[in-house]
């Protein structure tokens, strides 16, 4: 596809059951960043990708939070034992790589996918 | 944790008149982006402006960057309807990889 895709675009769960969001990143695009957007509020990020590498995952919230990216393409969050807290959306953005080479050298633009509105009830 | 805020938190205005946003953050920064979001086309980069640099313009957009205040401003001129959205700023941090931390987001309504 032309874009970063998400799925499912809403996903509505019950407090205390596992989601899975997935992301299809721009072919081709090594970096891949997971955000979660509350209401009324910037993205935050989550995690970093290059390839199938997690390279920084400081921003998850929990250890209920997981995302993985095996064979550096698609990649899946996955929360764990949802709490109503967790509701927001996920927005997934890929690059053509984040790694910075020369100092203050050029920025490769980020492209976001749609997101995924969790609810969780 | 959020880096930068967004001043005004909305904006309301006329179809036709200018819109202005202004952005402060905390840390150095390598360069300061500005972001569009809509319900019908997501997050969308809107423009870069580097850290040594101290204004640039696109189209209707102009931004303008102050690293002694850490502060920037966006500027839509001649608004129309279809520019009704949040904004927000977004830094990249020196050092490491192309970490983007976003601000609170400015949402602004043009009345047609």
């Known amino acids: 596809g032309a874009g970063v895709s998400q799925s499912p675009r809403y996903k509505v769960a019950k407090r205390g059951q596992d989601v899975a969001l997935r992301c299809d990143p721009i072919?081709?695009?090594?970096?891949l960043f997971w955000y979660q957007q509350a209401l009324g509020q910037g993205p935050e990020f989550l995690t970093y990708?290059?390839?199938?590498?997690?390279?920084?995952k400081s921003g998850l919230p929990s250890d209920r939070f997981f995302a993985e990216r095996p064979e550096g393409s698609v990649s899946t969050l996955k929360i764990q034992r949802t709490q109503q807290e967790d509701s927001a959306v996920y927005l997934c953005?890929?690059?053509?790589?984040?790694?910075?080479?020369?100092?203050?050298?050029?920025?490769?633009?980020?492209?976001f996918g749609p997101g995924t509105r969790l609810t969780v009830l | 944790s959020q880096q930068g805020e967004e001043d005004p938190q909305a904006l309301s205005i006329q179809e036709g008149e200018n819109a202005t946003m202004n952005c402060s953050y905390k840390?150095?920064?390598?360069?300061l982006q500005w972001y569009r979001q809509n319900s019908g086309r997501g997050l969308v980069h809107l423009i870069l402006i580097r850290s040594n640099e101290r204004e640039k313009h696109s189209g209707r957009l102009r931004v303008t960057l102050d690293t002694s205040k850490k502060s920037s401003s966006l500027l839509i001129t001649a608004s129309r309807a279809a520019d009704t959205a949040s904004y927000f700023c977004?830094?990249?941090?020196?050092?490491?990889?192309?970490?983007?931390?976003f601000g609170i987001g400015t949402k602004l309504q043009v009345i047609p």
């Open positions: 977004a830094t990249w941090n020196s050092g490491g990889y192309q970490k983007v931390t």
């Open positions: 953005a890929s690059s053509l790589s984040a790694i910075i080479t020369v100092r203050g050298g050029s920025y490769n633009e980020q492209f």
């Open positions: 840390t150095s920064i390598n360069n």
């Open positions: 990708f290059q390839n199938e590498a997690q390279l920084d």
């Open positions: 072919s081709g695009h090594v970096s």
